[in-house]
């Protein structure tokens, strides 16, 4: 699959996410893949806060993660975040790396849905795509 755009948070692994051997607790690499999200949708002009207050949330529909390798106690690594998807829903798929090796392969999937209503929607706010589109080479690859 080709991806439309390539995003990278460097983070690292902090005390309060491991376990007492050193290592990362599973529930905490969602947390990783949220921070880089919410670092993407800012990087655009497009975050979280301007979801909202244009009237809409992104909830997760979906998400899948295969974990590979253990992070641990003082590891930097790397989440990369691959834009799949964003005019109907908003898919990214990710990397967690660690000195160039996968730790951690995810996906998730987030629809739109208006703060006033219950139903999902199956378009992104034209605010959003525009934002996406601005992105070199996106428009380009979404239309091919």
């Known amino acids: 699959?080709?991806?439309?755009?390539?995003?990278?948070?460097?983070?690292k692994v902090q005390f309060y996410d491991?376990?007492?051997?050193?290592?990362?607790?599973?529930?905490?690499?969602?947390?990783?893949?949220?921070?880089?999200?919410?670092?993407?949708?800012?990087?655009?002009?497009?975050?979280?806060?301007?979801?909202?207050?244009?009237?809409?949330f992104f909830p997760i529909v979906d998400e899948r993660m295969k974990y590979l390798h253990s992070l641990r106690l003082g590891d930097e690594f790397t989440v990369v975040v691959y834009l799949d998807e964003y005019v109907n829903r908003l898919v990214h798929s990710f990397e967690i790396i660690r000195d160039g090796e996968i730790c951690v392969k995810a996906k998730t999937v987030q629809v739109c849905l208006p703060v006033s209503g219950s139903e999902l929607s199956f378009f992104m706010p034209q605010g959003f795509v525009n934002a996406v589109e601005a992105l070199p080479g996106v428009s380009e690859k979404a239309g091919a």
């Open 18 to 56: 491991c376990d007492p051997m050193g290592v990362v607790w599973h529930g905490n690499y969602l947390k990783y893949l949220e921070v880089a999200r919410g670092e993407f949708l800012d990087f655009i002009g497009y975050g979280y806060r301007r979801i909202r207050d244009d009237g809409n």
């Open 1 to 11: 699959m080709s991806h439309l755009y390539t995003f990278e948070s460097h983070q």
